[in-house]
């Protein structure tokens, strides 16, 4: 497989700031303490995983099907709840986060997923203020919101158009355009790349480089080899549920590493 | 948070979710409808039974002690004042023979057969009376034991007109009209719980991907199930509406005089037509609560 890694044009608007590089002496923005998950089933989807993230910090967490990635995003989303250990986001223990605490936690975060979640019926500039419409139906400016969001990932032009007739590309930019309308600090994306071509798929993870890029911290899940050796970040590789690897700069396999 | 637009939102959503599952909409407004038609009818056949009951309670309150025709106008009177002091008796008046035939003859329609007796000789055969009006209808039975055994009294097998059948029956009536009621309304009320519930189930599980997206973006819960909660609401009050529609419908067609049905008056009919509403209402939130917690919990 081969993917163009000629970078897309960045693309900023009018507020959008250069946050720099990863700050290493900041408290972490989230932290996972010896943390294991084992759903009703009985089956460990994690297990005894603890690391930390540093704000502005881009990370890779790549493993094979069932290693534990997106249980990750899950925990980080507060999805689901650790079973042992401690998952904490801005110093925040998220297993004592009240039920109804948590669209405040949510609306610090941006989330994608594999499959967009986008809504059929509604046009591409309706899906990106329904993230609004839902938390602060009052908000004013919307559409110059809309048409940043929309800007920032290239696709002020598609406003008007429905999901279905967008490439699966442009859909993921559009549910990151929703994702990025409450300016997140943290950009949780799960498989964003799985249902995408190579250049599509690097198209996208330029996308959340450039987010990074503008000082949001980024957790990515992936399974997708090379996006992780190209862009050459930092690695959190998970195997059956354990966390096996953590390097900066890394590659989605190490040399004599099996196949994750 | 501008309260406006979140009113649009969540009334234009739940009408949304009515006309996408019209169906289903439909079955729940049909129940609850009858749910209410069944509770509506119930009041106003127990208030017509009560209505009844009082107007029988007043009279049998009122106690005739007739007394013997050999009595001195005296002695009557001696009576009346002894009965009249009575705890329990609010007045005693005494009632002679002549005001007993008027009486007879204006209330009971027994002018000619009285006027035969008259012109046969036979005289006047009612007898004169002491009307007791009680303050309570339970003191009744031990007045008419205190007098019964007196020797004023007039010979006959009744010597008062006391009926000790009569409350006890229409209470059991009524009684049985209110559990019947009761009944009705709740197993009624629960199919219609039932089948809102699954309305609303339903809206939720056509709406599950738009919940999911709302959820991951931070709405609040209130805010995701508001517009079910009005969606129930809807359906409960149009239900009502109907309901009501219905029953004044058939209380004018079968009433008379300003009054529906069963006697029944306007301000009631309003009274019932704002309990079928708030009814429908708290039925229709209810079953949206039962039914959207499911989604929200997830």
């Known amino acids: 497989m081969s993917i163009s890694t000629s970078p897309a044009p960045l693309r900023t608007d009018t507020q959008a700031t250069d946050n720099g590089p990863p700050a290493r002496h900041d408290p972490p923005i989230i932290v996972f303490e010896r943390v294991s998950k084992t759903y009703p089933n009985g089956v460990p989807a994690v297990q005894d995983v603890s690391f930390t993230v540093r704000p502005r910090d881009f990370v890779f967490v790549v493993g094979a099907s069932g290693a534990g990635k997106s249980t990750i995003i899950r925990l980080l989303i507060r999805e689901e709840t650790a079973s042992k250990g401690h998952v904490l986001v801005e110093g925040q223990d998220l297993a004592r986060i009240r039920h109804r605490h948590l669209p405040r936690l949510r609306r610090k975060m941006g989330i994608v997923f594999q499959d967009f979640k986008l809504l059929p019926n509604l046009t591409v500039a309706q899906n990106v203020a329904f993230a609004i419409q839902v938390t602060d139906p009052g908000r004013t400016h919307l559409k110059e919101k809309v048409g940043e969001a929309l800007y920032i990932v290239g696709l002020e032009d598609k406003l008007n158009n429905y999901p279905t007739e967008l490439s699966g590309g442009e859909q993921q930019r559009v549910a990151i355009a929703r994702a990025l309308i409450h300016r997140p600090r943290i950009f949780l994306a799960d498989e964003p790349t799985g249902n995408l071509d190579p250049d599509a798929g690097w198209g996208i993870v330029q996308l959340l480089l450039q987010i990074n890029h503008r000082g949001a911290t980024v957790v990515m899940a992936t399974h997708n080899r090379e996006v992780v050796d190209l862009s050459r970040r930092r690695v959190l590789a998970m195997e059956g549920g354990r966390l096996i690897r953590d390097e900066q700069e890394g590659q989605y396999l190490k040399d004599g590493e099996a196949n994750l | ?298």
């Open chain 2, 1 to 298: 948070m501008n309260p406006i637009p979140v009113l649009r939102y969540v009334i234009g959503v739940a009408l949304q979710n009515i006309v996408r599952n019209r169906g289903i909409a439909f079955a729940s407004v049909l129940t609850v409808t009858m749910t209410l038609l069944g509770a509506g009818a119930a009041v106003a056949v127990v208030s017509a039974l009560d209505g009844v009951l009082h107007q029988e309670e007043s009279q049998a309150s009122v106690l005739k002690v007739f007394m013997a025709d050999h009595i001195s106008f005296a002695s009557a009177l001696n009576m009346e004042h002894t009965l009249g002091s009575e705890p329990t008796v609010l007045s005693a008046d005494f009632e002679n023979k002549n005001q007993a035939a008027k009486e007879a003859a204006s209330g009971l329609g027994l002018s000619g057969a009285l006027k035969i007796l008259q012109e046969t000789g036979a005289g006047n055969p009612l007898p004169a009376s002491i009307n007791l009006h009680l303050r309570d209808i339970a003191a009744v039975s031990a007045i008419n034991s205190q007098v019964s055994t007196s020797a004023l009294l007039y010979p006959g097998p009744h010597p008062t007109d006391y009926n000790k059948d009569v409350i006890p029956r229409l209470e059991k009536y009524i009684f049985a009209a209110q559990l019947g009621g009761a009944l009705l309304v709740a197993v009624v009320g629960a199919v219609a719980l039932v089948i809102i519930t699954i309305s609303v189930r339903t809206a939720a599980f056509v709406r599950r991907q738009e919940i999911e997206i709302m959820k991951l973006v931070g709405a609040t819960d209130w805010f995701v199930g508001w517009p079910f909660l009005v969606e129930g609401i809807i359906v409960g009050v149009v239900s009502a509406i109907l309901a009501s529609a219905a029953l004044i419908g058939v209380g004018l067609g079968f009433g008379s005089g300003g009054n529906l049905a069963l006697g029944i008056g306007i301000r009631f009919a309003a009274l019932v037509v704002l309990g079928l509403i708030v009814g429908g209402a708290v039925l229709g939130s209810f079953g949206s609560l039962v039914g959207v917690r499911r989604s929200l919990a997830a």
